[in-house]
Structure formats: structure tokens, C-alpha cells
């Protein structure tokens, strides 16, 4: 079975494939970023990188049984504002979209039995309805807190066979996954704490996150900590570990440690749920 893995990031794929027991002869895996190719290399030394996908020529490449990647979604997420210049509202990053539109076809003109799995963020719904003419199937929603401790609802799109019932609930809470034994470093400043415990009103709002290891942590992204609270533990005054990121996307425990502390949140928070993808495999 060979693979191509589009937006590899840190090869999040290897990991589901290999959860789900499913043997890979070749993996191609298209990435830019250093640090998900170091970390992907480390992981997996077998590991074919093949650069950027705007340059992956099918003809170079065997038959391939399984195309993954979850392209960019600057345009697509909820947060951010349509943009449209002329292309379908596909604007910035996220007209690399399109890129796996262009490999899904070609590779199907190659191997008709293609599989695929595209993940996305949920989305407004002519933004989903746009994809779904593109790619030919609807797709389904899946949360990753069913399998870990991390509140991220996802789009996938795939023409696996998988069960028409939704996975069941581990219970995993932010408790089961926390470090008891934690660096100094992660730890917030008197300054941040101050900030984060009064509301702009200036009314204390510690009250709102005692019982917050009882509960999913809010989903990660590539950018957690570019300000305050957001990827923090409030109940613990300080930030979540690249381990317990980790954990939350159930991700080996030190997968990432051959990269910078920086690194591993970027991949991390860009990256898969992995129990959620290898859950999908299994229908293969």
C-alpha cells in the first residue's frame, strides 16, 4: 500500500496508519516546513519527502492507494472574514485546496480504487458545500474530545468505508492527561496572572475555571500562545507542555522533542488528532 500525505506537517498519518494496524510499503510525504520534516524524519526515517505539492508530478510517482492532507484553512474557519477574489471565495493558503483537488483527480485516473481522507475546520456552510462539489462526497463530523481530553470539532471528507455509528466516548478529561512534575518555565508571570484573573471589567473570574480539569481543554491551533489565556491550564496557572499537547492529540508522548519547545506547539496545534484518523482507517 502506498500513501501520499499532501500538508504533511509532522506525518501524523504514519502514526494513525500504524494505530490502526494498516502495513504502508511507501510513504510520500509533501511538507515545507523543517521542523515537521525533522520531526517526521526522526519518527519515520522511511519517509519519502517530496517537497512542495505545488510541484508533485503524479507521473513521477507509483500507483498510490491512499491520499491524506488537511489543506490550509485560513478562509475557511469561522473566525475569519470571506474573502473572495473571484476563485469560489478561495483566498491565500487555503486556495491550496485546490492542489488537492488536482492530485485526487490525477491520482484517480491512475488508480480508480483511490482512497482518500481530506480534514478540515468546521465551516460556514457554502464554504463546506464548496468543498464537498469539488472533492464528491459529503462529509462527516467528528470531534476529537470522543477520543482524548480536546475539544476539536473536524471535517472529513473520505470515501472510506467506515462505521455508520459514532465512535464511543473514552471520558477522557484534561485530568487524566496533566504532568504532576512540571519546568518552572511553564508557569505564568505575576503580570499574566494579574491579566487573567479579572475580566475588562475589572470583576475577578478565577471562579469561571475551578472545576476546569474536570472538562476538555479548548482545541489547540498552530498559534496558542500568541497571547493570554489561550493554551493555558487557568486552574493551574500555567501554560499546557508540549507532552500534554501531545496527549491531547494523542500523539506519542515526546513524538515532537527533536524540535524547539515553539516547534512542537506549531505542529502540534496544526496537526491531526491521530485516534480520530487511525478510527477512519480502520475501514480500509
Not at 470571506?82 to 492530485?103: I, Q
Not at 484517480?108 to 457554502?126: C, G, S
Request: hydrophobic share 35%; glycine share 6%; with cysteine.
Amino acid at each position: 500500500m502506498n500513501v501520499l500525505s499532501i500538508f504533511d506537517g509532522m506525518s501524523c498519518g504514519q502514526i494513525a496508519l500504524e494505530r490502526a494496524g494498516k502495513k504502508v510499503d511507501k510513504y510520500f510525504a509533501s511538507e515545507i516546513k523543517a521542523h515537521g520534516i525533522k520531526v517526521s524524519s526522526h519518527n519515520y526515517p522511511n519517509t519519502i519527502h517530496v517537497g512542495d505539492v505545488t510541484k508533485i508530478n503524479v507521473q513521477n510517482l507509483p500507483i498510490i492507494d491512499i491520499l491524506i492532507g488537511g489543506s490550509p484553512c485560513q478562509s475557511f474557519s469561522n473566525a475569519n472574514q470571506w474573502v473572495s477574489d473571484g476563485t469560489d471565495g478561495f483566498d491565500g493558503k487555503s486556495k491550496l485546496f485546490f492542489e488537492y483537488v488536482r492530485l485526487l483527480n490525477e491520482l484517480r485516473e491512475k488508480n480508480p480504487n483511490l482512497k482518500f481522507i481530506l480534514e478540515n475546520v468546521r465551516m460556514k456552510k457554502e464554504w463546506k458545500d464548496l468543498i464537498t462539489k469539488y472533492i464528491g462526497v459529503q462529509p462527516i463530523e467528528i470531534n476529537s474530545s470522543v477520543f482524548t481530553a480536546q475539544n476539536r470539532p473536524r471535517l472529513y471528507w473520505t470515501n472510506i468505508d467506515i462505521p455508520l455509528i459514532s465512535p464511543t466516548d473514552k471520558g477522557v478529561l484534561l485530568k487524566d492527561i496533566v504532568l504532576t512534575n512540571v519546568d518552572k518555565k511553564y508557569f505564568l508571570s505575576e503580570k499574566a496572572t494579574a491579566y487573567m484573573s479579572r475580566d475588562r471589567n475589572g470583576k475577578p473570574r478565577w471562579e469561571y475555571h475551578k472545576n476546569e480539569l474536570n472538562g476538555k481543554a479548548a482545541c489547540l491551533t498552530a498559534n496558542m500562545f500568541k497571547g493570554v489565556p489561550y493554551g493555558v491550564i487557568k486552574e493551574l496557572n500555567r501554560r499546557l507542555t508540549p507532552v500534554e499537547c501531545e496527549r491531547l492529540q494523542s500523539v506519542p508522548d515526546n513524538y515532537t522533542a527533536c524540535v524547539s519547545d515553539t516547534s512542537r506547539y506549531n505542529l502540534l496545534g496544526d496537526g491531526w488528532t491521530v485516534d480520530v484518523i487511525a478510527y477512519i482507517m480502520s475501514g480500509l
